[in-house]
Protein backbone atom coordinates (compact mmCIF):
# COMPACT_ATOMS: atom_id res chain seq x y z
CA UNK A 1 0.00 0.00 0.00
CA UNK A 2 0.86 3.64 -0.82
CA UNK A 3 1.15 6.48 2.14
CA UNK A 4 -2.63 7.59 0.43
CA UNK A 5 -3.62 4.29 0.95
CA UNK A 6 -2.36 3.88 4.03
CA UNK A 7 -4.23 6.73 5.72
CA UNK A 8 -7.18 5.84 3.55
CA UNK A 9 -7.43 2.57 5.33
CA UNK A 10 -6.17 3.48 8.67
CA UNK A 11 -9.59 5.78 8.45
CA UNK A 12 -7.75 9.46 9.33
CA UNK A 13 -10.19 12.47 8.96
CA UNK A 14 -9.51 15.98 9.88
CA UNK A 15 -9.89 16.29 13.50
CA UNK A 16 -12.49 19.48 13.77
CA UNK A 17 -15.30 20.29 11.32
CA UNK A 18 -16.74 18.21 9.03
CA UNK A 19 -13.92 15.37 9.14
CA UNK A 20 -12.49 15.61 5.82
CA UNK A 21 -10.98 12.36 4.61
CA UNK A 22 -7.08 13.37 4.95
CA UNK A 23 -6.22 10.67 2.30
CA UNK A 24 -8.17 12.91 -0.23
CA UNK A 25 -6.61 16.41 1.14
CA UNK A 26 -3.35 15.17 0.61
CA UNK A 27 -3.92 14.35 -2.65
CA UNK A 28 -3.25 17.45 -4.06
CA UNK A 29 0.48 19.28 -4.41
CA UNK A 30 1.04 21.89 -2.04
CA UNK A 31 3.89 24.16 -1.65
CA UNK A 32 3.68 24.64 2.28
CA UNK A 33 1.87 21.72 5.13
CA UNK A 34 0.80 23.77 8.00
CA UNK A 35 0.40 22.04 11.13
CA UNK A 36 -2.13 23.96 13.26
CA UNK A 37 -1.45 23.65 16.30
CA UNK A 38 -3.35 26.61 17.91
CA UNK A 39 -6.12 24.92 19.70
CA UNK A 40 -8.41 27.72 18.76
CA UNK A 41 -11.26 27.22 20.77
CA UNK A 42 -10.70 28.97 24.59
CA UNK A 43 -10.69 26.18 27.15
CA UNK A 44 -9.90 22.78 24.82
CA UNK A 45 -6.29 21.85 25.97
CA UNK A 46 -6.34 18.45 23.68
CA UNK A 47 -3.82 19.31 21.19
CA UNK A 48 -1.23 21.66 24.08
CA UNK A 49 -1.33 17.98 25.66
CA UNK A 50 -0.36 16.37 22.13
CA UNK A 51 2.29 18.74 21.40
CA UNK A 52 3.97 18.66 25.13
CA UNK A 53 3.96 14.88 25.17
CA UNK A 54 4.70 13.65 21.48
CA UNK A 55 6.99 16.63 20.29
CA UNK A 56 8.96 13.82 18.01
CA UNK A 57 6.25 12.52 17.15
CA UNK A 58 4.74 15.67 15.68
CA UNK A 59 8.04 16.98 14.00
CA UNK A 60 8.39 13.50 12.48
CA UNK A 61 4.51 13.39 11.24
CA UNK A 62 5.15 16.89 9.61
CA UNK A 63 7.52 16.31 8.12
CA UNK A 64 6.70 12.72 6.31
CA UNK A 65 2.83 14.33 5.50
CA UNK A 66 4.75 17.02 3.54
CA UNK A 67 6.81 14.93 1.94
CA UNK A 68 3.22 13.36 0.91
CA UNK A 69 2.51 16.27 -0.79
CA UNK A 70 5.66 17.77 -2.37
CA UNK A 71 5.67 20.54 0.24
CA UNK A 72 9.24 22.29 0.32
CA UNK A 73 8.87 22.54 4.23
CA UNK A 74 6.66 21.99 7.17
CA UNK A 75 5.12 24.32 10.04
CA UNK A 76 4.17 23.74 13.09
CA UNK A 77 1.92 26.98 13.93
CA UNK A 78 0.86 27.35 17.90
CA UNK A 79 0.15 30.36 20.17
CA UNK A 80 3.10 32.68 21.06
CA UNK A 81 2.09 31.78 24.69
CA UNK A 82 2.50 27.70 24.59
CA UNK A 83 5.75 27.82 26.50
CA UNK A 84 5.61 24.26 27.43
CA UNK A 85 4.72 23.08 23.85
CA UNK A 86 7.48 25.61 21.93
CA UNK A 87 9.90 23.82 24.59
CA UNK A 88 9.51 20.79 23.84
CA UNK A 89 9.29 20.90 19.93
CA UNK A 90 12.64 23.41 19.75
CA UNK A 91 14.27 20.54 22.04
CA UNK A 92 13.21 17.72 20.42
CA UNK A 93 14.26 19.20 16.76
CA UNK A 94 18.09 19.15 16.40
CA UNK A 95 17.80 15.59 17.33
CA UNK A 96 15.92 14.60 14.48
CA UNK A 97 17.10 14.75 10.50
CA UNK A 98 13.86 16.00 8.94
CA UNK A 99 13.71 16.47 4.98
CA UNK A 100 11.69 18.04 4.57
CA UNK A 101 12.61 20.72 7.24
CA UNK A 102 10.22 21.58 10.11
CA UNK A 103 10.03 25.28 11.70
CA UNK A 104 7.57 26.76 14.21
CA UNK A 105 5.36 29.87 13.29
CA UNK A 106 4.20 31.40 16.47
CA UNK A 107 1.19 32.59 16.70
CA UNK A 108 -0.34 35.88 18.17
CA UNK A 109 -2.88 35.31 21.20
CA UNK A 110 -5.83 35.82 19.73
CA UNK A 111 -9.04 33.97 18.84
CA UNK A 112 -9.75 32.59 16.06
CA UNK A 113 -6.21 32.67 15.22
CA UNK A 114 -6.69 28.87 14.13
CA UNK A 115 -9.28 29.42 11.69
CA UNK A 116 -7.48 27.79 8.76
CA UNK A 117 -7.54 31.16 6.45
CA UNK A 118 -6.46 33.18 9.89
CA UNK A 119 -3.56 30.86 10.37
CA UNK A 120 -2.44 30.87 6.80
CA UNK A 121 -2.55 34.80 6.59
CA UNK A 122 -0.63 34.54 9.84
CA UNK A 123 2.04 31.56 8.83
CA UNK A 124 3.05 33.10 5.07
CA UNK A 125 0.80 36.36 4.67
CA UNK A 126 -0.76 34.87 2.27
CA UNK A 127 -4.65 35.50 1.80
CA UNK A 128 -7.30 32.89 1.20
CA UNK A 129 -9.66 34.46 -1.57
CA UNK A 130 -13.50 34.48 0.07
CA UNK A 131 -15.06 30.98 -0.74
CA UNK A 132 -11.92 29.42 -1.52
CA UNK A 133 -9.56 26.89 0.36
CA UNK A 134 -5.75 27.17 1.54
CA UNK A 135 -4.61 25.00 -1.22
CA UNK A 136 -5.57 28.35 -3.56
CA UNK A 137 -2.49 30.01 -1.84
CA UNK A 138 -0.29 26.50 -1.95
CA UNK A 139 -0.61 25.94 1.59
CA UNK A 140 -2.45 22.55 3.30
CA UNK A 141 -3.56 22.78 6.86
CA UNK A 142 -3.64 19.42 9.22
CA UNK A 143 -4.62 19.49 12.82
CA UNK A 144 -2.31 18.09 15.73
CA UNK A 145 -4.33 15.22 16.51
CA UNK A 146 -4.69 14.68 12.87
CA UNK A 147 -1.30 14.64 12.05
CA UNK A 148 -0.36 12.39 14.76
CA UNK A 149 -3.57 9.90 13.82
CA UNK A 150 -1.73 10.03 10.36
CA UNK A 151 1.29 9.09 11.89
CA UNK A 152 0.21 5.71 13.57
CA UNK A 153 -1.63 5.05 10.35
CA UNK A 154 1.25 5.06 8.04
CA UNK A 155 3.10 2.17 10.63
CA UNK A 156 -0.72 0.45 10.11
CA UNK A 157 -2.13 1.41 13.10
CA UNK A 158 -5.95 2.92 12.60
CA UNK A 159 -7.71 5.32 14.44
CA UNK A 160 -9.62 3.96 17.52
CA UNK A 161 -9.16 6.83 20.23
CA UNK A 162 -9.20 10.66 20.32
CA UNK A 163 -8.36 12.86 22.82
CA UNK A 164 -10.88 14.83 24.39
CA UNK A 165 -11.08 17.95 26.62
CA UNK A 166 -13.59 17.65 29.11
CA UNK A 167 -14.08 21.12 31.19
CA UNK A 168 -16.56 23.47 33.43
CA UNK A 169 -19.01 22.50 35.58
CA UNK A 170 -17.75 18.73 36.23
CA UNK A 171 -15.42 17.26 38.93
CA UNK A 172 -12.66 16.01 37.07
CA UNK A 173 -11.95 18.24 33.90
CA UNK A 174 -8.66 17.24 32.50
CA UNK A 175 -7.66 15.76 28.91
CA UNK A 176 -9.11 11.96 28.58
CA UNK A 177 -7.80 9.74 25.76
CA UNK A 178 -11.28 7.76 24.91
CA UNK A 179 -12.19 4.87 22.96
CA UNK A 180 -14.26 6.08 19.31
CA UNK A 181 -18.09 5.61 20.24
CA UNK A 182 -18.05 5.91 24.10
CA UNK A 183 -21.32 7.69 24.75
CA UNK A 184 -20.96 11.01 26.09
CA UNK A 185 -22.86 10.70 29.31
CA UNK A 186 -19.89 7.38 30.13
CA UNK A 187 -17.43 9.88 29.45
CA UNK A 188 -18.81 12.40 32.10
CA UNK A 189 -19.54 9.43 34.96
CA UNK A 190 -15.97 8.83 34.16
CA UNK A 191 -14.68 12.50 34.35
CA UNK A 192 -16.74 12.40 37.98
CA UNK A 193 -20.08 13.75 37.08
CA UNK A 194 -21.26 17.31 36.79
CA UNK A 195 -21.36 19.79 40.02
CA UNK A 196 -24.49 21.04 39.43
CA UNK A 197 -28.12 19.55 38.77
CA UNK A 198 -29.47 21.76 36.68
CA UNK A 199 -26.83 21.63 33.31
CA UNK A 200 -26.43 21.58 29.58
CA UNK A 201 -23.44 20.40 27.57
CA UNK A 202 -21.63 22.02 24.39
CA UNK A 203 -19.65 19.47 22.44
CA UNK A 204 -16.96 21.04 21.05
CA UNK A 205 -15.58 24.55 22.00
CA UNK A 206 -16.83 27.42 23.98
CA UNK A 207 -17.54 29.51 21.40
CA UNK A 208 -18.25 27.11 18.05
CA UNK A 209 -19.66 24.26 19.97
CA UNK A 210 -23.06 22.66 19.69
CA UNK A 211 -25.65 22.41 22.71
CA UNK A 212 -26.68 19.51 23.61
CA UNK A 213 -29.51 18.12 26.31
CA UNK A 214 -27.88 16.08 29.24
CA UNK A 215 -30.10 13.02 27.97
CA UNK A 216 -27.98 13.28 24.60
CA UNK A 217 -27.24 9.55 22.82
CA UNK A 218 -24.41 11.45 21.31
CA UNK A 219 -21.14 9.30 21.47
CA UNK A 220 -17.36 10.32 20.94
CA UNK A 221 -16.16 10.30 17.15
CA UNK A 222 -13.11 11.54 15.41
CA UNK A 223 -14.01 14.84 15.26
CA UNK A 224 -15.53 15.78 19.21
CA UNK A 225 -12.68 17.73 20.74
CA UNK A 226 -14.10 18.83 23.63
CA UNK A 227 -17.55 18.45 26.04
CA UNK A 228 -18.04 21.29 28.13
CA UNK A 229 -20.44 21.53 30.75
CA UNK A 230 -22.52 24.36 31.84
CA UNK A 231 -25.08 25.65 34.17
CA UNK A 232 -28.50 25.74 32.36
CA UNK A 233 -28.56 29.82 32.75
CA UNK A 234 -25.14 30.03 31.71
CA UNK A 235 -24.80 33.18 29.12
CA UNK A 236 -23.57 30.45 26.15
CA UNK A 237 -26.73 28.55 26.96
CA UNK A 238 -29.30 31.57 27.12
CA UNK A 239 -27.61 32.22 23.66
CA UNK A 240 -27.78 29.17 21.98
CA UNK A 241 -31.57 28.75 23.30
CA UNK A 242 -32.95 32.15 21.94
CA UNK A 243 -35.80 30.94 19.85
CA UNK A 244 -35.19 33.04 16.06
CA UNK A 245 -38.42 34.63 16.49
CA UNK A 246 -37.12 36.59 19.82
CA UNK A 247 -33.92 36.86 18.07
CA UNK A 248 -36.15 39.08 15.26
CA UNK A 249 -37.62 40.99 17.79
CA UNK A 250 -34.45 42.26 19.73
CA UNK A 251 -32.51 42.65 16.05
CA UNK A 252 -35.72 44.89 15.26
CA UNK A 253 -35.46 46.83 18.23
CA UNK A 254 -32.32 46.97 19.76
CA UNK A 255 -29.83 46.22 16.93
CA UNK A 256 -27.97 49.72 16.58
CA UNK A 257 -26.14 49.35 13.41
CA UNK A 258 -23.60 50.19 14.83
CA UNK A 259 -21.25 47.97 12.78
CA UNK A 260 -19.19 46.53 15.61
CA UNK A 261 -20.26 43.22 14.71
CA UNK A 262 -18.64 43.72 11.21
CA UNK A 263 -15.70 45.76 12.26
CA UNK A 264 -14.15 42.82 14.39
CA UNK A 265 -15.64 40.00 11.93
CA UNK A 266 -12.13 37.78 12.01
CA UNK A 267 -13.03 37.29 7.92
CA UNK A 268 -14.12 40.75 7.61
CA UNK A 269 -10.35 41.63 8.74
CA UNK A 270 -9.25 39.60 6.12
CA UNK A 271 -10.57 41.72 3.61
CA UNK A 272 -13.44 39.33 2.79
CA UNK A 273 -16.66 40.83 1.89
CA UNK A 274 -18.72 39.98 4.86
CA UNK A 275 -21.02 42.49 6.60
CA UNK A 276 -23.00 41.12 9.44
CA UNK A 277 -24.73 44.13 10.66
CA UNK A 278 -26.10 44.38 7.17
CA UNK A 279 -27.62 40.78 7.83
CA UNK A 280 -28.88 42.12 10.84
CA UNK A 281 -30.90 44.29 8.99
CA UNK A 282 -32.47 42.24 6.34
CA UNK A 283 -33.49 40.01 9.15
CA UNK A 284 -35.00 42.47 11.39
CA UNK A 285 -36.89 43.88 7.83
CA UNK A 286 -37.47 39.98 6.97
CA UNK A 287 -37.82 41.18 3.52
CA UNK A 288 -34.63 39.41 1.27
CA UNK A 289 -31.21 37.75 2.73
CA UNK A 290 -27.39 39.22 2.61
CA UNK A 291 -25.99 37.08 0.59
CA UNK A 292 -22.34 37.72 1.98
CA UNK A 293 -23.63 35.72 5.09
CA UNK A 294 -22.30 32.48 2.92
CA UNK A 295 -18.96 33.55 4.12
CA UNK A 296 -19.51 33.28 7.88
CA UNK A 297 -17.47 30.28 9.31
CA UNK A 298 -19.71 30.69 12.31
CA UNK A 299 -16.69 32.17 14.87
CA UNK A 300 -19.19 33.66 17.63
CA UNK A 301 -17.05 36.77 18.01
CA UNK A 302 -19.69 39.16 16.44
CA UNK A 303 -22.19 37.48 18.77
CA UNK A 304 -20.05 36.70 21.84
CA UNK A 305 -17.50 39.34 21.64
CA UNK A 306 -18.63 42.32 20.02
CA UNK A 307 -22.31 43.36 20.20
CA UNK A 308 -22.91 45.78 22.55
CA UNK A 309 -26.23 44.76 22.82
CA UNK A 310 -25.91 41.35 23.36
CA UNK A 311 -27.53 40.28 19.94
CA UNK A 312 -26.96 37.17 17.89
CA UNK A 313 -25.64 37.94 14.56
CA UNK A 314 -23.68 34.67 14.18
CA UNK A 315 -26.80 32.99 14.75
CA UNK A 316 -28.64 34.73 12.55
CA UNK A 317 -25.88 34.50 9.68
CA UNK A 318 -26.00 31.07 10.22
CA UNK A 319 -29.43 31.03 9.55
CA UNK A 320 -29.47 33.20 6.66
CA UNK A 321 -26.45 31.00 5.27
CA UNK A 322 -28.72 27.82 5.25
CA UNK A 323 -31.56 29.20 3.44
CA UNK A 324 -29.13 30.56 0.66
CA UNK A 325 -27.74 27.79 0.23
CA UNK A 326 -30.94 25.46 -0.13
CA UNK A 327 -32.08 28.58 -2.20
CA UNK A 328 -28.92 27.18 -4.63
CA UNK A 329 -27.32 30.60 -4.34
CA UNK A 330 -23.46 30.15 -5.23
CA UNK A 331 -22.42 34.16 -5.55
CA UNK A 332 -18.87 35.05 -6.46
CA UNK A 333 -16.95 36.92 -4.34
CA UNK A 334 -13.91 39.44 -4.72
CA UNK A 335 -11.44 39.62 -1.76
CA UNK A 336 -10.86 43.24 -1.07
CA UNK A 337 -8.31 45.03 0.79
CA UNK A 338 -8.11 44.52 4.30
CA UNK A 339 -9.65 47.18 6.66
CA UNK A 340 -6.88 49.93 7.94
CA UNK A 341 -5.60 48.52 11.13
CA UNK A 342 -7.33 45.19 11.01
CA UNK A 343 -4.43 43.68 13.60
CA UNK A 344 -5.10 45.77 16.28
CA UNK A 345 -9.05 44.52 16.10
CA UNK A 346 -8.44 41.07 17.03
CA UNK A 347 -9.85 39.62 20.14
CA UNK A 348 -6.94 38.58 22.45
CA UNK A 349 -8.06 34.91 23.79
CA UNK A 350 -8.33 36.17 27.64
CA UNK A 351 -10.86 38.98 27.04
CA UNK A 352 -12.73 36.57 24.82
CA UNK A 353 -12.92 33.76 27.79
CA UNK A 354 -14.03 37.04 30.03
CA UNK A 355 -16.76 37.42 27.98
CA UNK A 356 -18.19 34.43 27.56
CA UNK A 357 -17.91 34.39 31.82
CA UNK A 358 -15.76 30.84 31.43
CA UNK A 359 -12.67 32.42 32.56
CA UNK A 360 -13.31 30.26 36.02
CA UNK A 361 -13.32 26.77 33.76
CA UNK A 362 -10.05 27.62 32.01
CA UNK A 363 -7.42 24.55 33.42
CA UNK A 364 -3.67 24.60 33.04
CA UNK A 365 -2.47 21.58 30.77
CA UNK A 366 -2.32 18.97 32.35
CA UNK A 367 1.26 16.73 32.52
CA UNK A 368 -1.11 13.14 31.95
CA UNK A 369 -4.18 12.17 29.89
CA UNK A 370 -7.11 9.80 31.50
CA UNK A 371 -7.54 7.16 29.82
CA UNK A 372 -11.61 5.86 29.55
CA UNK A 373 -12.74 2.26 29.63
CA UNK A 374 -15.70 1.78 27.57
CA UNK A 375 -18.13 -1.60 28.63
CA UNK A 376 -19.52 -0.92 25.27
CA UNK A 377 -19.30 1.80 22.15
CA UNK A 378 -21.58 2.92 19.07
CA UNK A 379 -19.58 3.41 16.66
CA UNK A 380 -20.85 6.07 13.42
CA UNK A 381 -20.29 4.87 10.33
CA UNK A 382 -20.41 8.28 9.05
CA UNK A 383 -18.01 10.73 10.87
CA UNK A 384 -16.59 12.47 7.80
CA UNK A 385 -17.72 14.16 5.03
CA UNK A 386 -18.85 12.32 2.09
CA UNK A 387 -20.91 9.07 2.48
CA UNK A 388 -21.37 6.37 5.36
CA UNK A 389 -18.59 3.37 5.39
CA UNK A 390 -20.25 0.22 4.77
CA UNK A 391 -20.30 -2.55 7.77
CA UNK A 392 -18.22 -5.52 7.06
CA UNK A 393 -18.90 -7.28 10.16
CA UNK A 394 -22.36 -8.87 11.18
CA UNK A 395 -23.79 -9.17 14.60
CA UNK A 396 -21.97 -11.75 16.73
CA UNK A 397 -18.44 -11.50 14.88
CA UNK A 398 -15.59 -11.21 17.34
CA UNK A 399 -13.81 -8.24 16.92
CA UNK A 400 -10.05 -7.69 18.20
CA UNK A 401 -9.26 -3.42 18.53
CA UNK A 402 -8.33 -2.09 15.42
CA UNK A 403 -10.35 -4.24 13.47
CA UNK A 404 -11.85 -2.75 10.02
CA UNK A 405 -15.62 -2.73 10.67
CA UNK A 406 -16.89 -0.21 8.23
CA UNK A 407 -15.42 -0.16 4.47
CA UNK A 408 -15.25 3.45 2.61
CA UNK A 409 -17.99 2.81 -0.76
CA UNK A 410 -16.63 1.97 -3.68
CA UNK A 411 -15.48 4.95 -5.69
CA UNK A 412 -17.22 7.88 -2.89
CA UNK A 413 -15.52 10.36 -0.32
CA UNK A 414 -15.57 8.81 2.95
CA UNK A 415 -13.54 6.70 5.64
CA UNK A 416 -13.05 3.37 7.12
CA UNK A 417 -14.16 2.91 10.42
CA UNK A 418 -12.79 0.27 12.95
CA UNK A 419 -13.62 -1.69 15.88
CA UNK A 420 -12.46 0.53 18.88
CA UNK A 421 -12.38 -1.78 22.12
CA UNK A 422 -12.21 -5.51 22.05
CA UNK A 423 -15.69 -7.28 21.99
CA UNK A 424 -18.25 -8.96 20.03
CA UNK A 425 -20.35 -7.32 17.13
CA UNK A 426 -23.96 -6.54 19.36
CA UNK A 427 -26.33 -5.32 16.30
CA UNK A 428 -25.75 -2.84 13.57
CA UNK A 429 -28.55 -0.46 13.45
CA UNK A 430 -29.24 3.31 12.32
CA UNK A 431 -26.08 4.09 11.07
CA UNK A 432 -24.02 2.75 14.20
CA UNK A 433 -22.36 -0.39 14.99
CA UNK A 434 -22.87 -1.42 18.15
CA UNK A 435 -19.79 -3.57 20.35
CA UNK A 436 -19.66 -4.79 23.69
CA UNK A 437 -16.66 -5.21 25.73
CA UNK A 438 -15.08 -9.05 26.39
CA UNK A 439 -15.67 -9.51 29.74
S1 LIG B 1 -22.74 44.94 16.86
FE1 LIG B 1 -24.82 44.42 17.54
S2 LIG B 1 -25.87 46.37 17.63
FE2 LIG B 1 -24.02 46.74 16.43
S3 LIG B 1 -24.68 46.40 14.30
FE3 LIG B 1 -23.91 44.47 15.04
S4 LIG B 1 -25.71 43.38 15.79
FE4 LIG B 1 -26.28 45.54 15.63
S1 LIG C 1 -19.60 34.41 13.24
FE1 LIG C 1 -19.65 36.62 13.04
S2 LIG C 1 -17.57 37.24 13.38
FE2 LIG C 1 -17.48 35.07 12.90
S3 LIG C 1 -17.21 34.92 10.69
FE3 LIG C 1 -19.40 34.91 11.07
S4 LIG C 1 -20.02 37.02 10.89
FE4 LIG C 1 -17.81 37.03 11.15
Redesign the pocket.
Known amino acids: MNDLDLLRSGGVVGGGGAGFPLFKKLSAPAELLLINGAECEPLLKSDQYLMQRYPKELLQAASRLASIIGAKEAVICLKDHYSSQIRALTDALPSLSLAPAVRLHLLPTVYPIGDEQALVHSATGRTVPPGALPGSVGCTVVSVSTALNARRALEGKPVTRRFITVAGEVKRPGVYRVPIGLPVRLLLEQAGGPTVSDYRLILGGPMMGSLTSPDTETVVTKTLGGVLVLPADHLLVRHAELPPEQMRIRAMS?????????DLCPRHLLGHPIY??LT?RSFAAGNRLEKSAMLCMECGI?ELY????G?N?RRIQQKQKAELRQAGEKPAFQLKDPPALAEYHQAPSERVLAKIHASRYDIPVPENCIDVTAPFVCIPLKQHIGVPAVPCVQAGDPVQQGDTIGRMAEGALGADVHASICGTVDKIENGFIVIRARS
Open positions: VCIQCRTCTPHMCACPMLP
